[in-house]
């Protein structure tokens, strides 16, 4: 197995019903997910080498979840994150992770629930900067009217995967209409 030390970093590319997806690992930490053409993708020199996702466990438990997700059966993740930012973006981050599968909370929702009311403008910033999506449901944030608004993976990516959740959501979820 080629698993990295604690602070090497290493990627792998895997396929999703959304284009492919470029997973990074540093030690047995998942510290990023990130999408073509993402907006705030960092460099890819930074991903390290690049590693089959057979050899590394986090790689292929993440596959096998992020699969099971594509195919709805599953609605949560349980990795090993390690997510590096401030300290408002971590509780932003962490926020994100509460917002049920199938549902959206509006900016403004998200700001009350980390108990800064007028920092919506701010937590859509930590919301755009979010290293891990898909997992860290950051597609699950909309304008205050409903509409999709700013998702790094694009706005055709976000209305997908939220039709995809939708779809397959538990009946009784609260359902907020989206505006196109």
């Known amino acids: 197995m080629s698993a990295a030390g604690a602070g090497e970093r290493v990627h792998t590319v895997i396929d999703s019903p959304y284009d492919p997806l470029t997973l990074v690992a540093q030690g047995e930490h ?38 099971e997700y594509f195919a709805g059966h599953r609605d949560t993740f349980d990795l090993p994150l390690m997510l590096r930012g401030t300290a408002f973006q971590q509780r932003v981050w962490a926020a994100l992770r509460e917002i049920p599968y199938g549902e959206t909370w509006t900016y403004g929702e998200l ?9 919506s403008r701010a937590v859509g910033l930590a919301n755009g900067k979010n290293p891990v999506g898909v997992i860290v449901p950051c597609h699950r944030v909309v304008g ?12 055709e990516r976000k209305r997908a995967l939220l039709e995809h959740e939708r779809a397959l959501a538990p009946s009784g979820a609260e359902q907020q209409a989206l505006v196109f």
């Open 30 to 67: 998942l510290v990023g997910l990130y999408m073509v053409d993402q907006r705030h993708r960092p460099e890819q020199s930074t991903f390290g080498p690049r590693a089959d996702a057979d050899d590394h466990p986090v790689f292929a438990v993440t596959r096998d979840q992020l699969q």
């Open 111 to 119: 700001a009350h629930h980390i108990g800064q009311p007028s920092a």
């Open 144 to 155: 205050s009217d409903g509409s999709l608004t700013g998702y790094g993976g694009g706005l």
